[in-house]
């Protein structure tokens, strides 16, 4: 394996995001703590999900996997449409990577900039509001996996999309409410029926139940079923982008 090679492409991707932190860090942090601040102000109070936990407290968790979720998506498609659209593309196909090592290279650098934003709205939420940590490697396997399969799902965006539209449309149409429909706000418990037995078929809702487990040891589902379900997900996804990436869909053509 080229472990040079595959360092030096994880590092351009991860500095291309650290370039740019006002916009793939502090702004994602600001539209979370929005978030919090006007349903916080709202329900707080009034709606309790876990026994002991304010509603303020419960929605971090979730608001720190949405922010994850969406902008390890961002990274890795963009990184990848950027490339088609200014040509430079040809430079990191001609380079001496396998198709397992760009793989690795963009997923890697896509869960860095998942959980570096989730670590910044904990950081900033922490002094106004007690959010305990029942479980912390089920907070890091939950955040890693949850920052991961965007990750993978935003290189098959990146090699499927030939325009930017498109791109968002993946973005506004799969990714946007996948993520708003998981639990993010509520428990879905509280939903009726038809709704509560449909978000199961959503593999978000794994990945925000299980890391919420890990914050106050209270959850929806069994945490080990929502492991099994997002490392199943991740695995079969993971299979399809290598096979993609080797066939060299939409990248060689």
Wanted: hydrophobic share 60%; charged share 10%; glycine share 8%.
């Amino acid at each position: 394996m080229n472990l040079v090679g595959l360092y030096t492409l994880f590092y351009k991707e991860v500095l291309r995001f650290i370039k740019v932190l006002l916009q793939t860090l502090l702004a994602p942090v600001l539209t979370a703590l929005l978030y919090l601040v006007v349903f916080g102000q709202v329900l707080e109070g009034r709606l309790q999900v876990f026994p002991g936990v304010g509603y303020t407290a419960f929605l971090i968790p979730g608001l720190m996997m949405m922010s994850t979720l969406q902008n390890a998506f961002a990274n890795s498609s963009s990184s990848l449409i950027q490339s088609k659209v200014t040509g430079n593309l040809v430079f990191i196909l001609l380079a001496p990577l396998s198709h397992l090592e760009l793989f690795a290279a963009f997923v890697a650098a896509a869960v860095v900039r998942g959980l570096l934003v989730a670590l910044a709205i904990y950081l900033v939420a922490l002094p106004f509001v007690e959010v305990p940590v029942h479980n912390i490697a089920a907070v890091l396997a939950f955040g890693v996996l949850g920052a991961a399969v965007p990750g993978v799902l935003g290189v098959i965006a990146g090699m499927w999309a030939e325009k930017f539209d498109q791109l968002a449309g993946f973005q506004n149409f799969v990714i946007l409410p996948l993520s708003f429909l998981s639990g993010v706000f509520y428990s879905v418990h509280s939903l009726p029926g038809f709704w509560r037995d449909l978000s199961h078929f959503n593999p978000f809702f794994y990945m925000i139940d299980g890391f919420r487990y890990g914050f106050f040891g209270d959850s929806d589902v069994d945490p080990i079923l929502s492991l099994a379900v997002v490392l199943l997900f991740l695995v079969g996804l993971s299979m399809l982008t290598l096979v993609l990436l080797r066939r060299g869909y939409k990248l060689r053509d």
